[in-house]
Antibody, heavy 121, light 111 residues
Framework: EVQLVQSGAEVKKPGESLKISCKGS????????IGWVRQMPGKGLEWMGS????????RYSPSFQGQVTISADKSISTAYLQWSSLKASDTAMYYC??????????????WGQGTLVTASS | QSVLTQPPSMSGAPGQWVTISCTGS?????????VHWYQQLPGTAPKLLIY???NRPSGVPDRFSGSESGTSASLAISGLQAEDEADYYC???????????FGGGTKLTVL
């Protein structure tokens, strides 16, 4: 069965850097997009960006462009989401999710369990 | 403010039929782009419920159905059950943002 397993919860101070991961298994990792979705406490879902591990083609939501970096290492079937300098407002649950396409038909069929990021002094 | 608008909350009694709306614009649903729906049970990750406007992944009961018309889409749940109490999100593609957009979510309470 397709699985996306994310790294564990993180507690950081504002200004610190962070990289969280999402490992795919039981499917061809290089043939599907991986998207990252933010859910702030008590709020809804927000698409941040997606990467195609096959060629590292990466797309960002305008709201998150320049705020985070999405990358992937196809040799270990893992996608990453990183911050160079966390803000308190980055406190949220972050999900990775798989999609077949990046176009008008994009939907997310499998989701990771989520990584809770807390940025607090 | 979310690009796709959903009612923040809805409720229904067991056995009832409820519909959750998702209103967009000419750059997303109105442009003919597919609408998809997700169910998020408390404390868990979202789960794909409907894709391509009205297709159910394997394992999703046929009590759930989707429709789309103009700049809006709807998720219908028939024969409401206690286990349907969850948050529901619509999602589509937006050409002006060049990516996916979600609705703000609807919290469904089963009375």
């Amino acid at each position: 069965e397709v699985q996306l397993v994310q790294s564990g919860a993180e507690v950081k101070k504002p200004g610190e850097s962070l990289k969280i991961s999402c490992k795919g298994s039981e499917y061809r990792f290089t043939s599907y997009w991986i998207g990252w979705v933010r859910q702030m406490p008590g709020k809804g879902l927000e698409w941040m960006g997606s990467i195609y591990p096959g060629d590292s083609d990466t797309r960002y939501s305008p709201s998150f462009q320049g705020q985070v970096t999405i990358s992937a290492d196809k040799s270990i079937s893992t996608a990453y989401l990183q911050w160079s300098s966390l803000k308190a407002s980055d406190t949220a649950m972050y999900y990775c999710a798989r999609s077949d396409y990046f176009d008008s038909k994009t939907y997310f069929d499998y989701w990771g369990q989520g990584t809770l990021v807390t940025a607090s002094s | 403010q979310s690009v796709l608008t959903q009612p923040p909350s809805m409720s229904g009694a067991p056995g009832q039929w409820v519909t959750i709306s998702c209103t967009g614009s000419s750059s997303n649903i109105g442009a003919g782009y597919d609408v998809h729906w997700y169910q998020q049970l408390p404390g868990t990750a979202p789960k794909l419920l409907i894709y391509g406007n009205n297709n159910r992944p394997s394992g999703v009961p046929d009590r759930f159905s989707g429709s789309e018309s103009g700049t809006s889409a709807s998720l219908a749940i028939s024969g409401l059950q206690a286990e349907d109490e969850a948050d529901y999100y619509c999602q589509s593609y937006d050409s002006s943002l060049s990516g996916s957009v979600f609705g703000g979510g609807t919290k469904l309470t089963v009375l």
